[in-house]
């Protein structure tokens, strides 16, 4: 079975469009991507069912601009830059969690967070989050088959 | 120093994020003595200036450029902005092309309301700092929930086109109105919903409430024969009943320096807009059968109480189940998906409510329906000053609490606005300060 990819944000807020960014271009290339958009009660069901899951979002720690972040959901809940700043309205962390307790959380999970630097009106993600897209695209069209093996890309910025 | 070892007069409570709201915020609470000198909610999340880049758009557009305001509540800003428009080019939507819509709205309160009661509500009543621990020790429940959730979101995207931002409605109607069978196809999941709703009002029914019941100035819609949702006046409990081409008259947005979001009063009074002020302003449009359920649970037909805002919440949340079976029971396709538009010079208003209270928008438009003026006013941007009236009220009558519990309570002050502050300016920081 192949990895299940699902993607986070907003379409209109730059950075945070990143995830969607990345699902359409994904599509286009002929694979399936889960858009959950801004809606985090959505992932749930994105994530019931699939027996490895690769998450895509926005985030912001304090990194360059288009850093990857690379996490796999263990035994406790991710670190707190995944709910510092989330403008949807329960964050990942809590969405992961509650996928936990309810029993739907897939034995594997992946966050691919991509740092952010604009959060503001408009379509397309900052130059630098677009490189790190890319370079994440290409990754994950690679290893898309294979499942166990996650995607790592060439930014040299990978955090585990 | 430490709360407890100062003097009571010089107690000072402050909580860096307040979360469970959607959008960007903070709040302080400057106490004097016993008393509270100022209260003021900073919504600091950026102005998003959609008034100004509506300008120069085609009138055609507004429907789907306004839907990106909010992921929570798109369905409307689109029914609110069809209805100005439509009001400007002198068109009337009815029949089933108006019931389609008042389907897709229902879908919009029955998800929203559903995510607020469960996910950013409940926790605060049952202890738990979110809904992980609720889902910890409930997980039936929360599965439920999102059942229920889902159900109205399966609505939105069976006549949305899509559940976030949906892309079916326009000027006039629908680009495509559903086959007879396609919307049967929900009847079964939604009786399921109605059940999960009827539970959901008696679980939250039996919680415990703080005591809290201001002077509220109610405002809400009022639709003819129907508990409001798609249109009708705008009326209060204090005598105010006008056609929505009115509410600028009446109702004032004045900038404050702590928020980038536009306070608003009528006749330079705070009011309330939302849940409470529908249920109390219409409970005679309900059912008989929600009435009587309403009164069973100890509601009654008026609730002042606004922390019991989740109670009338989850009685919405089953009206909207049941109005929803009631339209999909009695469809049948009209002959074509909308009404020919052709545009002209024009101004025209439009209100609905938005599963968070009234949202009127106004355009101007040139003779070839080019926008040339756009306002819109959301219904957090119109219970901001009233959140902040309550929260004075709140605090000063209970400055005896223990500094976590009063915190709390302050941070469920605000959420029982389910505040959208995300519209509103188009997150929450809470700061308590006592000084001598």
């Given at each position: 079975m192949k990895p299940k990819v699902l993607t986070l944000g907003n379409p209109y807020r730059q950075d945070d469009a990143v995830g969607p960014w990345i699902a359409q271009r994904l599509r286009q290339a002929g694979l399936e991507v889960c858009e959950v958009g801004?809606?985090?009660?959505r992932l749930l069901d994105g994530l019931a069912g699939a027996d490895e899951a690769w998450v895509v979002e926005a985030v912001v720690s304090g990194q360059p601009p288009g850093t990857l972040h690379v996490l796999e959901v263990g035994a406790a809940p991710l670190p707190a830059v995944f709910e510092r700043l989330s403008s949807h309205t329960i964050h990942l962390n809590e969405t992961l969690e509650l996928a936990r307790s309810l029993g739907v959380l897939p034995p594997r999970t992946l966050i691919y967070g991509i740092e952010g630097r604009l959060f503001g009106s408009g379509e397309e993600p900052s130059p630098e989050v677009r490189q790190a897209a890319e370079a994440l695209i290409r990754s994950i069209q690679a290893r898309q088959g294979h499942p166990g093996n996650a995607p790592v890309t060439d930014t040299g910025q990978r955090k585990g | 120093m430490d709360d407890a070892a100062k003097p009571r007069h010089t107690r000072t409570i402050r909580v860096g994020n307040l979360a469970r709201v959607e959008g960007e915020g903070a709040l302080y609470v400057r106490v004097k003595g016993s008393r509270v000198e100022e209260v003021r909610l900073d919504i600091f999340e950026p102005p998003r200036f959609f008034e100004a880049f509506l300008r120069g758009r085609s009138f055609a557009e507004v429907p789907d450029i306004t839907a990106r305001i909010c992921g929570i509540c798109p369905v409307a800003y689109q029914m609110s902005s069809c209805q100005a428009l439509e009001a400007a080019l002198g068109l009337e939507v009815e029949g089933q092309l108006k019931a389609l819509r008042r389907l897709l709205y229902c879908g919009e309160w029955i998800e929203s309301h559903t995510l607020h009661i469960y996910f950013l509500h409940l926790p605060d009543f049952l202890g738990y700092p979110d809904s992980v621990r609720l889902a910890q020790d409930q997980p039936e429940r929360v599965r439920r929930a999102l059942q229920l959730k889902k159900t109205g979101n399966e609505l939105m995207t069976l006549l949305g086109g899509r559940e976030i931002h949906p892309v079916n409605v326009k000027v006039g109607g629908f680009y495509r109105v559903p086959r007879k069978a396609e919307l049967k196809t929900m009847l079964a999941k939604l009786e399921q919903a109605r059940e999960i709703a009827l539970e959901t009002v008696r679980f939250v029914a039996g919680l415990d409430f703080p005591d809290l019941e201001p002077d509220y100035t109610f405002v809400s819609l009022s639709e003819e024969g129907a508990y409001p949702i798609l249109q009708g006046r705008i009326v209060s409990n204090r005598g105010l009943d006008i056609p929505v081409a009115d509410f600028e008259r009446h109702f004032h947005e004045e900038h404050v320096p702590h928020s980038n979001a536009l306070h608003a009063t009528l006749q330079g009074q705070p009011y309330l807009v939302g849940p409470l002020a529908r249920y109390n302003l219409n409970f005679d449009r309900l059912p008989a059968s929600l009435q009587s359920l309403a009164r069973e649970v100890g509601l009654g037909p008026v609730c002042r109480n606004p922390f019991k805002s989740i109670v009338v919440r989850a009685i919405e949340t089953l009206y909207a189940c049941e109005e929803a079976l009631r339209i999909i029971q009695a469809y049948e396709e009209p002959d074509a998906p909308s009404l020919p538009v052709v545009p002209k010079a024009a101004t025209g208003a439009g209100c609905s409510e938005a599963p968070r209270g009234i949202l009127y928008h106004r355009y101007q438009m040139d003779e070839k329906g080019l926008i040339t003026e756009a306002k819109i006013v959301p219904p957090t941007s119109q219970n901001q000053k009233r959140i902040e009236e309550d929260l004075r009220q709140f605090v000063a009558a209970h400055l005896e609490l223990p500094k976590p519990e009063l915190t709390l309570r302050c941070e469920q002050t605000i959420r029982n606005y389910d505040p959208c502050i995300s519209c509103a300016t188009h997150f929450l920081r809470l700061e308590i300060e006592h000084e001598t």
């Open positions: 801004d809606d985090l009660t | -």
